[in-house]
């Protein structure tokens, strides 16, 4: 299994509250990504990122912002949590530049904003 | 706007059929495709990636292919277990730099004893 971990897995929030999830590699993969996944919808990108302090946008990234200080750790915050945020959220990792560019996605963190 | 589509939405065979789950997209100029598997209220796992140059790719019981042109591809899975009882989600990237995954929404499968 690729080394990701992600932490919290499970959290209870207000809404209004700020919420950070953290996603841990240690495959030294360049790229990251943060999706969130919800019965009716699939899995749908929020952000990503290229490299160090290199983010893009994904396709439902309103409400939500990241952060990558290290080339390890990417990290996801709502800043103020709503209840439509209530989901399951996951990490990938993929090499770019390698034959195979695979996506390696984490364990998850199930988020519930009451 | 890329759009994969899985149908149906959910699958029940009995043990030992040999089974086929089909995922269309709709632009067909892709980098690659890759098949996931989900077990319920775990992350996925990757099962097999396609890239745009091969016509399938093997691993096990396992067996995906992919058809550029007609924007197909399917995984065949032989002799079904109840193991094997999970959802399969397929998802392809366009070609381009930093281009993203986009997923269907999966097959549920159900292999009964």
């Known amino acids: 299994d690729a080394g990701i971990t992600q932490s919290p897995r499970h959290k209870v929030t207000e809404t209004g509250t700020p919420v950070t999830l953290r996603c841990h590699q240690t495959?030294?993969?360049?790229?990251m990504y943060w999706y969130r996944q919800d019965p009716g919808h699939g899995l749908r990108l929020i952000h990503y990122?290229?490299?160090?302090?290199?983010?893009d946008k994904g396709e439902v990234s309103d409400g939500y912002s990241v952060s990558r200080s290290k080339t390890e750790d990417f990290l996801l915050t709502l800043e103020s949590a709503t209840s439509s945020q209530t989901s399951v959220y996951f990490c990938?990792?993929?090499?770019?530049?390698?034959?195979?560019?695979?996506?390696?996605f984490g364990p998850g963190t199930r988020l519930t904003v009451t | 706007k890329q759009e994969v589509t899985q149908i149906p939405a959910a699958l029940s065979v009995p043990e030992g059929e040999n089974l086929v789950l089909n995922c269309s997209f709709t632009?067909?100029?892709?980098?690659?495709l890759q098949w996931f598997r989900q077990d319920p209220g775990k992350g996925l796992t990757s099962l097999l990636l396609?890239?745009?140059?091969?016509r399938e790719q093997t691993s096990g019981r396992l067996n995906a292919s992919l058809d550029k042109s007609s924007g197909r591809s399917t995984l065949y899975i032989a002799a079904s277990q109840p193991g094997d009882s999970a959802t399969y989600l397929c998802?392809?990237?366009?070609?381009?730099?930093?281009?993203?995954?986009?997923f269907g929404k999966g097959i549920t499968l159900s292999v009964r004893p």
């Open positions: 396609i890239q745009s140059s091969q």
């Open positions: 990122s290229y490299g160090v302090k290199d983010t």
């Open positions: 632009d067909s100029a892709i980098y690659n």
């Open positions: 990938a990792i993929s090499e770019r530049d390698s034959l195979r560019n695979e996506q390696y």
């Open positions: 998802a392809v990237r366009l070609a381009g730099a930093n281009s993203k995954l986009t």
């Open positions: 495959e030294n993969h360049r790229y």
